[in-house]
Nanobody, 127 residues
């Protein structure tokens, strides 16, 4: 069992930056690939970014490429989402998720593939 807790959300003006953190606790003996998803009001939850256990493989959705960066520090059991040049359309609740992965090399982009989810953190970008 893994518990995920997101932090770092808030209100920011367009063009600003935020860094989200996702801290994992519990039985972490297995390797986990991690992902970030977001859900805006009235919309389905959508994929934003993913990273392999090793950190060597990452993937971001086209709408955030060049603005967001995903990274992780396995010594701290924490995954980060650095968000720059924020736009009002980035407003959403952001969720981190973990998927058990024995290879250590893969990332995953489908929410159905993930095993554990955090409670989410609100990001609001004003125009």
């Amino acid at each position: 069992q893994v518990q995920l807790v997101e932090s770092g959300g808030g209100l920011v003006q367009a063009g600003g930056s935020l860094r989200l953190s996702c801290a994992a606790s519990g039985r972490n003996r297995r390797s986990y690939a991690m992902g970030w998803f977001r859900q805006a009001p009235g919309k389905e939850r959508e994929f934003v970014a993913a990273i392999s256990w090793s950190g060597g493989s990452t993937y971001l959705v086209d709408s955030v490429k060049g603005r967001f960066t995903i990274s992780r520090d396995n010594t701290k059991n924490t995954v980060y989402l650095q968000m720059n040049s924020l736009k009002p359309e980035d407003t959403a609740v952001y969720y981190c998720a973990a998927k058990k992965d024995y290879s250590g090399s893969y990332f995953y982009i489908s929410l159905r593939q993930y095993d554990y989810w955090g409670q989410g953190t609100q990001v609001t970008v004003s125009s």
